[in-house]
């Protein structure tokens, strides 16, 4: 079964930075790209990074580029988002995603707020 269990999420100043985890089961992590997605109330979710399996390549929303870093540990079945240079824009649900044989994965989300 096809597990995705986000962590890290909490209140942060503007300018402050967070780490967000997400810890995943049930696959074959290392041949999958993983992904960060994000739903401010009253948008849609949107997709903030991806990391590619092979090579690691990663891309990034306009948004957050320069200010957001992907990155994953194979070992662990991990995949973080390095948040730095927070804004209040930031403000979402972060939810961890994979597709497999077609089909979306997602987490239950980890709720992150910039505000001072």
């Known amino acids: 079964q096809v597990q995705l269990v986000e962590s890290g999420g909490g209140l942060v100043q503007p300018g402050g930075s967070l780490r967000l985890s997400c810890a995943a089961s049930g696959f074959l992590f290392s041949t999958y790209a993983l992904s960060w997605y994000r739903q401010a109330p009253g948008k849609e979710r949107e997709l903030v990074a991806r990391?590619?399996?092979?090579?690691?390549?990663?891309n990034y929303a306009d948004s957050v580029k320069g200010r957001f870093t992907i990155s994953r540990d194979n070992a662990k079945n991990t995949v973080y988002l390095q948040m730095n240079s927070l804004k209040p824009e930031d403000t979402a649900v972060y939810y961890c995603n994979v597709y497999i044989s077609g089909r979306g994965r997602w987490g239950q989300g980890t709720q992150v707020t910039v505000s001072s």
């Open positions: 990391i590619t399996s092979a090579y690691e390549a990663t």
